[in-house]
């Protein structure tokens, strides 16, 4: 009887993961609560992944002292994120959104997408920041030598490298603030400065305390 209990119900968990998952893929319910409490203007929103996220974990008052709002959740791509856009950002009608995103794409995390589409979302993301009169802010991609989850990519250190020089570009082109990550915090491999992080990917308090003061210099 005491199996049958326990099967139902991790049946019962699964198909309710299934179900969260087909209903709201790119997880726009993640911060629905948080959205509906927000009563104040921010300066910026930060809109990322699992890196942005860890960051209001790791140093909720960088954000809270300074007027921004943290936006990550963790695992997402560019294509998530596009389609949090408008309930995760414009609704706050911020001065700046600050989108620090792709790495998870050229992971491969939802799937094969080229470089070119990886580039695309985040230009639509700087669209729509655009029409509606919010400062997008493009973030270079993280350095990063290999992702622990996919072993079997093992260019990524290369592809961020032509990614960061796309985004680079199209920012220079069209008068958008591009920040520059990836120089102050690459080895000489172009991974993460071991000092910076724990995995090769996400960040600790000395890799945080990097982008933050390059960061604060470009929200003014």
């Not at 620090?100 to 669209?127: H, P, Q, R, W």
Request: hydrophobic share 40%; proline share 3%.
């Amino acid at each position: 009887m005491k199996n049958r209990i326990l099967l139902a119900l991790l049946a019962a968990t699964l198909f309710t993961t299934i179900t969260y998952a087909q209903n709201d893929w790119a997880r726009i319910g993640r911060y629905a609560q948080a959205n509906s409490e927000v009563n104040f203007t921010p300066k910026a929103v930060f809109m990322g992944d699992s890196i942005t996220e860890g960051w209001y974990k790791n140093d909720p008052a960088f954000f809270d002292d300074n007027g921004f709002l943290c936006r990550g959740i963790s695992g997402q791509t560019t294509s998530h994120m596009l389609v949090r856009m408008r309930k995760d950002v414009v609704n706050h009608n911020p001065k700046y959104v600050v989108i620090l995103a792709g790495t998870n794409d050229i992971a491969k995390n939802n799937g094969y997408i080229e470089l070119d589409d990886i580039f695309g979302n985040i230009v639509s993301m700087c669209d729509i920041a655009r029409a509606n009169g919010i400062k997008p802010v493009i973030c270079s991609v993280l350095p990063a030598r290999k992702y622990s989850w996919r072993p079997e990519i093992t260019d990524c250190a290369e592809q961020i490298v032509r990614l960061n020089s796309m985004l680079e570009e199209y920012a220079a082109k069209n008068r958008i603030k591009y920040v520059d990550y990836h120089s102050a915090m690459k080895d000489a491999d172009n991974g993460l400065i071991s000092d910076y992080t724990y995995d090769e990917v996400h960040l600790r308090t000395a890799g945080y305390d990097v982008i933050e003061q390059i960061i604060l210099k470009v929200l003014k």
